[in-house]
């Protein structure tokens, strides 16, 4: 007789030491492009234990055990840096191969290092720092960072096929095959049309803490008056000309998250050139402190404070700032509009919440994420036609409206009659209008929203909030209303 | 309580190469919440290869049962299905599978007892266009050979195939549907529940749904369930690019679908071969055990959990699938002289079964008592319930398993010589 198991658990393991190479313990100074020095305590060693496809991030592992069941293992050591994000990860490895309960190898240590350890090149570096946008994330198991884009540079036009390292597919890899950073924040460039570049922003789930910010660089130049921010259906934020100045304002239950405003010139004495101007940069990036600089040739960096968010509230505002002077830059930003202020509008309803900013641009907040007590609607959402062609909205604002405004949902109700209530919730939060609020019985059926308020009145342009009520449940949709 | 669909998904959101099959009224292939992800479709009520759904309020019913187990998730459109992808990934791929219709007997009676000759056709059509699930949600009490042996060849070859344990409801004519409450009333496909995975369901409290507590309808019971999943309050996808309320075990029944579908692709990406019964042995025993402590007849072995189906393959945990030879004990329990329904022949005949047990002790000890469940091998002998459906069979002695090995066991069946009777046929006829 013949038997057949499957076991799943954790066997005893046994515990290996494993020593980073042993010149790594110098901590010595070190030199990124070998013109600046940096103090040694903001150098550190990742440590990965299962051939680099899951990484123990910004973990101190000089000497650090870990555990060891049959099999092999290639315990890569990377060099990082907190002061500089995820700059020098993907640079150089050391490798440390272990063996466990495997023949003629039984607790085997060998060690190889790897020659191009901590050798940064040179072009990677010089990518990065012009304008550019960087996104760090925090899934709750330590920090981690995500990726890290560049907007614009010599290089633009090559990002999808060799993004830079601080967008390294290398760290994609190691995301599909591993736990640590297998949901990451993806910026990408889905297009490279000549005169636009097209980036895709996607959140994954479970991401409790983002931040995120660009470097501006006014040297190359802004457009006054383009429609330099655009946004479609699926989600594309589009950066005509790549100068642009895009910041992803963070939101969370309708409170605004203010950046922190830093400022630097690469024309300060002292500075080098800004293609060249590594240092600077990954100082800027790494301290977020002021470098004093040059009147005339200032750069900002919006430094986003941490924002907890919760399923079905995250999403981004866009705002854009170019070519302007530290005090302009903070009174714009002071002047940033408050599109759904908190008040008693459902928090579903200000998570699904989106406007047109007083500056003409759009906005819109990425769907919220599926979750079982934020579940879509059961609605059918639809385009009036002449909303979409109305000539006194600017052209973003047609174009949201033509790809994303709705002027009425189809409801089913399902084989039991429902107690529906659909009611629709102005910017403010103010109930303007309830459509229905009564037991339907079982059937399809379409409401019609004619733009008026309770008391009949039209209501004012403006983005509006819908919220349908059934079964216990509520979903939100949102008409945009363009006059 | 919910199934923690999210935490899954951190870790898998479904491959493409895993397909799972609708047996239901069909779909609408154009739907947008299904856009890239139907790779086939068949209508058996018609016989033709267009499975868009007959008209009648019970049309939208597999549009509900498919959107559950794996409309596209995180798409900004419809409803999220728990294999359902992310956004720019389809997840699992469908199979539209109509096999209740206008000429089913469900249409004609306008009851929800389905088709069952059609499903046997619609699941071996699925599983020979590479269906690894089935989803049924629907039933029939009405037996039927030619179902159990379409849906035990599935299982054989690596298809998991789900079933509602029914809603216990009255007909429009009053009659009982599907009536479940008890094991003696079990009806198909929930009956077959060694080839089959029973689904009841539960309201958002995590209990069983009970008139007591406030429902129409009840979901049904018997030692056949094998796991609850929610059945209350769901919205899914409908006809016309649309949505509905969909609820009832019939909406249980696609969340473990969905999730089959879920451990399925993770076992793929993990370079694991699971079979059908390792499926759904992961799925029923990271479930959280819900009413009675341990197995019991009203939530079986709990409310799937999806998340911790898909941690338990995750480091540091480790796999293993083994063989463990022979053994040359005899019988460790016999039992009396009774009746057993031998499915390759469709007869009730008599016969005693045997327990077989071998101690097995594992090569390297784990830190806990690990999980651990038999699996089918060549040589082995048959399950508890069906001794001769040719269905393999291994199990773990309930207790037995520790830090350093386990008790397996197996049953073979001495047949006597007394065939009782056909299979309904209502004429007894002894043999010698």
């Known amino acids: 007789m013949s038997f057949g198991y499957a076991v799943i658990g954790q066997r005893v393991p046994h515990t290996v030491t494993a020593s980073a190479p042993s010149y790594v313990s110098i901590k010595a100074t070190y030199s990124l492009d070998g013109s600046a020095s940096y103090p040694s305590n903001g150098w550190q060693w990742d440590r990965s234990d299962n051939g680099g496809s899951s990484w123990y991030l910004w973990e101190s592992a000089q000497n650090s055990s870990f555990i060891a069941y049959a099999g092999n293992y290639y315990v890569d050591w990377r060099l990082s840096a907190s002061r500089i994000a995820d700059a020098a990860k993907d640079t150089g490895y050391a490798q440390t191969h272990v063996c466990v309960e495997t023949s003629g190898c039984d ?3 060998s060690t190889a290092v790897a020659a191009s350890l901590i050798q940064p090149t040179d072009d990677s570096m010089v990518e990065h720092y012009g304008s550019g946008a960087w996104l760090v994330g925090d899934r709750g198991m330590g920090q981690e960072v995500i990726q890290l884009y560049s907007l614009t540079g010599a290089h633009r036009d090559t990002l999808t096929q060799k993004p830079n390292f601080l967008g390294s597919d290398i760290r994609g890899a190691q995301a599909a095959g591993g736990s640590g950073i297998s949901s990451r924040v993806l910026y990408e460039r889905t297009s490279s049309a000549p005169g636009w ?15 995120a910010g660009v470097a501006l660089d006014p040297d190359l130049g802004a457009r006054a008056g383009d429609d330099q921010l655009q946004v479609d259906s699926t989600g594309l934020v589009i950066v005509k000309d790549e100068t642009a100045v895009v910041a992803y304002l963070l939101r969370h239950a309708g409170k605004q998250i203010r950046p922190v405003i830093r400022q630097f010139s690469n024309g300060a004495p002292g500075r080098q050139d800004p293609a060249s101007d590594v240092s600077a940069a990954a100082e800027l990036l790494s301290t977020h402190d002021a470098v004093t600089g040059h009147p005339d040739d200032v750069r900002f960096l919006l430094a986003f404070p941490s924002v907890e968010f919760a399923a079905g509230s995250r999403g981004f505002e866009l705002i854009t700032l170019s070519g302007k002077t530290e005090q302009e830059v903070r009174a714009l930003i002071g002047k940033l509009p408050r599109y759904v202020p908190d008040t008693d509008v459902p928090e579903e309803a200000d998570a699904a919440a989106s406007g047109v900013a007083s500056s003409g641009y759009a906005m819109r907040l990425l769907p ?3 979750h079982p007590s934020a579940r879509p609607l059961p609605i059918s959402a639809s385009v009036m036609a002449n909303d979409a062609q109305s000539t006194s909205a600017p052209a973003a604002v047609r174009e949201l409206v033509r790809k994303h405004g709705i002027t009425s949902v189809g409801i089913t109700v399902p084989e039991q009659q429902n107690a529906i209530t659909v009611r629709i919730f102005a910017p403010n939060g103010r109930l303007v209008r309830t459509l229905v609020q009564e037991v339907m019985q079982p059937g399809n059926y379409r409401l019609d929203w004619d733009k008026r308020n309770d008391a009949g009145a039209e209501v004012s342009a403006g983005v509006y909030v819908v919220v349908m009520e059934a079964g216990g449940q509520r979903f939100t949709r949102r008409f945009v209303v363009v006059r | 309580m919910d199934v923690h669909a999210p935490e899954a998904w951190a870790i898998q959101k479904g491959s493409s190469n895993v397909i799972i099959g609708i047996l239901d009224t069909g779909m609408e292939v154009t739907h947008s919440d299904f856009s890239g992800k139907i790779v086939g479709e068949y209508d058996f009520i018609h016989d033709d290869g267009n499975a868009f759904p007959d008209a009648g309020d019970r049309g939208p019913h597999g549009m509900g049962s498919a959107g559950i187990a794996a409309a596209k998730t995180n798409d900004g459109f419809g409803v999220p299905g728990m294999c359902g992808g992310d956004g720019s990934t389809p997840g699992c791929s469908v199979l539209s599978v109509k096999t209740i219709g206008e000429g089913s007997r469900w249409h004609n009676f306008m009851e929800w007892i389905g088709a069952s000759t059609d499903a046997a056709d619609g699941g071996t059509w699925a599983v020979a266009n590479g269906a690894v699930v089935l989803n049924n949600s629907w039933c029939d009490d009405v037996e039927n050979h030619a179902l159990h042996e379409a849906f035990r060849n599935a299982f054989q070859v690596g298809t998991v195939v789900t079933a509602g344990m029914g809603n216990n409801q009255q ?6 549907d599907c009536n479940q409450s008890t094991s003696a009333t079990a009806v198909v496909p929930a009956f077959y529940s060694d080839i089959v995975m029973a689904v009841g ?8 749904v009970l008139r007591d507590n406030g429902f129409n309808w009840e979901s049904g019971r018997g030692s056949h369930i094998a796991v609850v999943a929610p059945g209350v309050n769901h919205y899914s996808d409908a006809l016309q690019n649309g949505f509905q309320a969909f609820g009832g075990t019939s909406a249980a029944t696609p969340f473990v679908s969905g999730l089959a579908g879920l451990v399925y692709s993770e076992a793929q990406a993990k370079g694991l071969s699971f079979t059908a019964r390792d499926n759904r042995q992961l799925i029923s025993r990271t479930a959280k055990d819900i009413g009675d402590p341990g197995y019991d007849v009203e939530t079986g072995w709990g409310l799937i959990r999806a998340d911790s189906a898909l941690k338990m393959l995750q480091p540091p945990n480790q796999v293993t699938f083994a063989s463990a030879g022979t053994t040359t004990s005899g019988c460790s329990s016999l039992t009396a002289i009774q009746t057993w329904t031998f499915w390759s022949s469709f007869v009730v005949r008599n016969a005693r079964r045997c327990e077989v047990r071998r101690n097995i002790t594992f090569d390297v000890p784990y830190q806990s008592a690990p999980l651990m469940w038999g699996r089918a091998v060549t040589g082995g002998g048959v399950t508890p319930s069906n001794p001769n459906s040719e269905v393999a069979y291994t199990g773990v002695v309930d207790g037995s398993v520790t830090t350093t090995g386990a008790t397996l066991k197996t ?12 299979w309904g046929g209502g004429q007894l006829s002894l043999h010698k």
């Open chain 1, 107 to 109: 607790l085997a240590l």
């Open chain 1, 197 to 211: 570049a097209v980036y895709k922003l996607t959140l994954p789930r479970g991401w409790n803490t983002l931040r």
């Open chain 1, 368 to 370: 919220p994420a599926e």
């Open chain 2, 171 to 176: 007909n429009d004519e009053g009659a009982w």
């Open chain 2, 201 to 208: 369901a539960t309201d958002i409290q995590g209990r069983r």
């Open chain 2, 411 to 422: 049953f073979v069946y001495e047949r006597g010589r007394w065939m009782v009777s056909t």
